[in-house]
């Protein structure tokens, strides 16, 4: 005989005491579930069949493992050993009964709020007193795209008394491959003017309050004060590391999100039970280190997923129920399509949340992509686009380079152009030209910058980057480019 865990899912509990693991024992997995159904005779009938085999609805796994694959029920166990059914789940699509004391609440909900809520309050975490609760309460989005969208409409549909956003961004066409909350007429309106309108379309109850400027030093702390939980669906690290800091010093629940290309990460900071953000990384890297926001896809239903998740914690958070992912940092992979946990520890030497922190204020870090980063970056010689524009057309052009990524070439070139990925340069300078000039350029004309940065410390020196890239390109010289 052997001592195993049986962990069991949530529709079995209250059959088994409301426990969620029961210990149990015996030689095999067939033994072990036999064993809790006689100590639990609730459950035998949802496990066994009257002749004692297990029913086909109910699988069974050992240490991860399927037993269908190992020996079936006559798969031996060890001590020490996690026995887990896994039932089939049809979703909480039956009709609440009529007349149930759980939904008579007049009082505190009005006959719209109790049918609009009721698969809310059919569950006993939530309930009518949850469902209240939730309607007082205040959650901030900072960021309205890939994370925000999903988070906000699943957060406004779940009766969130009052969000807040804060984006600056208009809706532009490229947006629309993920953040749901926009449609195809919002493309060019303010995003905030339009999610506000789709949310109080969604959820009129809720009040949604909306900040349509940058976060900063200086208006960090006032914006985030008024609320319970802030959502970091940030895309930058300034912004990502002034979420942090405010939320620490507020002493708010800051719940964390990230995407990048089919992976994605999230936690909850809350430096008062568990690490902040800091706490994993001390310090934004470099602007020149990270992939530029033009280099960086993203499969559009990525977001949608790392969102929720984002919004499951935020719930949890503001309903005092489950277990946070505070120390916890959750890892989705897409391709592989799985996840993984990382346990986080709270840094002793944390500049911030540390013992002996010596950071006492917001910071602002320079700009990562666009025209703060390309500032931030060493100063190279440029040349505008209608420069460019006129000196092709010269009987002596330049060797025009392109050091985008072959995916952002096959959408969009400039014509005469040849293609040599920046990370790329160094093993390819053979095939550049010292007899003429060569001008770089990229996206926004960060890389291409630091591409023509590398280039002259190099020794070539007849070199000039794009400036603005091909967004400048498209604005002055040819705006029929596609974009992107
Ligand atoms: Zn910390």
């Known amino acids: 005989m052997s001592e195993v865990s049986v962990r069991l899912p949530t529709p079995l509990r209250p059959l088994a005491g409301g ?17 809790i159904a006689l100590a639990f005779p609730a459950l035998s009938a949802q496990l066994l069949t009257h002749d004692q085999r297990l029913r086909s609805h109910v699988a069974l796994y050992l240490n991860d493992e399927d037993v269908r694959y190992l020996a079936r029920e006559a798969t031996p ?28 609440a007049d009082s505190v909900m009005s006959r719209e709020e109790m049918r609009r809520y009721s698969r809310h309050l059919l569950l006993p975490e939530v309930g009518v007193a949850g469902q209240a609760r939730l309607r007082r309460s205040k959650v901030l989005l ?29 809706v532009d066409a490229s947006n629309l491959q993920r953040q749901v909350l926009y449609g195809t007429r919002d493309v060019g309106r303010p995003k905030l003017e339009a999610a506000k309108d789709r949310l109080e379309d969604l959820n009129p109850d809720v ?15 006032e914006i985030l004060r008024p609320y319970d939980v802030v ?7 300034p ?29 909850v900071f809350d430096a008062r039970r568990g690490p902040c953000y800091r706490c994993l990384y001390p310090e934004p890297p470099p602007p020149g280190l990270v992939p530029s926001c033009a280099e960086g896809g993203v499969l559009g239903v990525l977001p949608g997923v790392i969102g929720l998740l984002q919004s499951i914690e935020t719930l949890k958070l503001l309903l005092g129920t489950g277990e946070s992912l505070v120390g916890r940092l959750l890892l989705f992979d897409a391709l592989g399509l799985g996840f993984r946990e990382l346990h986080l520890a709270k840094n002793p030497d944390c500049a911030l949340c540390g013992p002996r922190a010596t950071q006492t204020g917001l910071i602002d870090y320079p700009a990562f992509c666009g025209v703060g980063a390309a500032e931030a970056s060493d100063r190279v010689p440029e040349i505008a686009p209608g420069e460019l524009s006129r000196a092709l057309q010269a ?26 990925p920046k990370g790329e340069l160094p093993q390819r300078l053979s095939e550049l030209t010292s007899a003429r000039e060569v001008v770089l350029y990229c996206k926004s004309g960060l890389r291409s910058s630091e591409a023509t940065r590398f280039l002259l410390d190099l020794g070539f020196n007849n070199v000039r980057n794009l400036r603005g890239g091909l967004d400048a390109w498209a604005r002055e010289v040819d705006p029929d480019l596609a974009r992107y």
């Not at 979420?243 to 990460?265: C, M, T």
């Open 19 to 35: 426990q969620a693991v029961i210990r149990a024992e015996g030689g095999t997995v067939g033994e072990v579930i036999v064993g």
């Open 77 to 104: 166990v060890k001590d020490g050993d996690v026995v887990e059914i896994v039932p089939s789940l049809a979703g909480g699509s039956s009709e609440p009964e009529q007349g149930r004391g759980t939904i008579r």
């Open 142 to 170: 900072v960021g309205a795209g890939g994370l925000g969208s999903p988070a906000a409409l699943y957060l406004a549909a779940a009766g969130v008394g009052e969000i807040g956003l804060v984006d600056f961004d208009v």
């Open 207 to 221: 009040r949604v309050r909306t900040y349509p400027e940058k976060l900063e030093s200086g208006n960090a702390l």
């Open 231 to 237: 959502v970091d669906g940030t895309d930058n690290f």
């Open 239 to 267: 912004t990502r590391y002034l979420v942090n800091d405010a939320a620490f010093f507020l002493g708010k629940p800051n719940v964390y999100g990230s995407v990048y290309r089919f992976e994605g990460q999230v936690s």
């Open 395 to 420: 009987a002596d052009p330049p060797y025009l380079l392109d050091v985008r990524e072959p995916e952002e070439w096959a959408i969009v070139r400039i014509e005469g152009a040849h293609l040599i």
